[in-house]
């Protein structure tokens, strides 16, 4: 069994591109759930790898259990939104939608996806909509500026902006 100070070993190495252990970190936290603190803990981590290999496990968290992750979503929505490393914006913008948030938080997650729906790295854009849109599902207010992001982002040179709005588009559509 790995000691409780054995997460961050599991999250540092490799290149930006590799996960290092990753998964063998995100099978502990899922079978003791108590570690999510430790986890969360190296989202702020000197090694920025180790931070982003953080959020991304909280993220695929989230999707599972959201409540587990909850106490730690102001990572979410605090200085990590403002970094500049697109691979980190990327587990930011995926998991606002995926967060309970309270209404000041919704704003500040709101204002987060529509900067990032900006940034010059195509899949943090694609993903910015993708959440801004997830939270037009409730807020029929946001679809004003969803809709018109969704065409733009249809008639883009980029084949992954193109396919992210049409699986917008499709999932907006479903719910009419």
Not at 29 to 46: F, T, Y
Not at 100 to 122: D, F, G, H, S, W
Not at 124 to 130: C, G, M, N, T
Not at 132 to 143: C, G, K, T
Request: positive net charge; glycine residues 2%; without cysteine.
């Amino acid at each position: 069994m790995v000691a409780r100070s054995n997460l961050r070993p599991l999250l540092s190495g490799g290149d930006r591109r590799s996960i290092a252990q990753s998964n063998r970190a995100y099978q502990l936290v899922r079978a003791h759930p108590a570690r999510i603190d430790e986890l969360a803990a190296l989202a702020a981590d000197d090694d920025w790898l180790v931070s982003m290999r953080a959020l991304d496990l909280l993220e695929k968290i989230a999707h599972e259990q959201p409540k587990l992750v909850h106490r730690h979503k102001r990572l979410f929505l605090g200085p990590h939104a403002e970094s500049d490393k697109w691979e980190i914006r990327l587990q930011i913008v995926r998991a606002l939608p995926l967060l309970q948030l309270t209404a000041r938080e919704r704003k500040r997650a709101i204002e987060i996806l529509r900067r990032n729906v900006a940034y010059p790295q195509t899949f943090v854009r694609a993903w910015a909509l993708d959440s801004l849109a997830a939270f037009a599902e409730s807020d029929r207010r946001l679809m004003r500026m969803v809709k018109p992001l969704v065409a733009q982002f249809e008639r883009s040179e980029s084949k992954a902006l193109q396919a992210r709005a049409r699986n917008i588009r499709a999932r907006l559509e479903a719910l009419r």
